[in-house]
């Protein structure tokens, strides 16, 4: 399953970034609140792009439903005191029910590809399935996980210059 990591290292102290984390971050919905968002005409306009639970050194955050094209994804992040200032280290992954879906999706396509190779038939569908799931996943998650990260920078470092970015990625 698709990972996003990296790190920051700000020349802020960790209470001034947390503190422009949560300022972009609302409250997580209820399960009864984005049920009726989904179903009702009228759509509230979004004005913090996360949605999630900041704490005093660790943020678990995922995009506002205005903002991502569909991915759910998971932002877990933690801000260390540094000698010049602070380090965020963050990482991104899918929520567990797409991980279960895509999943799913591979398992079966695996095991249309055990069945074709007992009988006479061509390999072509199961590995279609198996090679659209990836990449279907991958073109979801990664322009997501790129835009949060960006926006979690731009949080960060809006009025700290000279601060240095080191990033992994990983699948």
Partial sequence: MPVYKFQVHILLAPETAIARIKAITDKPETYWESVCKTWSRRRSAQTRPFQGEVEVDSFDLELANGVHRGG???IHGRIDAAPSGSRMSVI?????????LVGGLL??????????????HSFSRPIFMFIAGVAITCMIFFPDAAEARRLLETAVNSKSSGSQSRSKKSL
């Fill in 72 to 74: 759910p994804l998971q």
């Fill in 107 to 120: 398992s079966y396509a695996g095991w249309l590809a055990w069945n074709t190779f007992n009988t006479s």
């Fill in 92 to 100: 991104m992954y899918l929520h567990p029910l797409a991980i279960l």
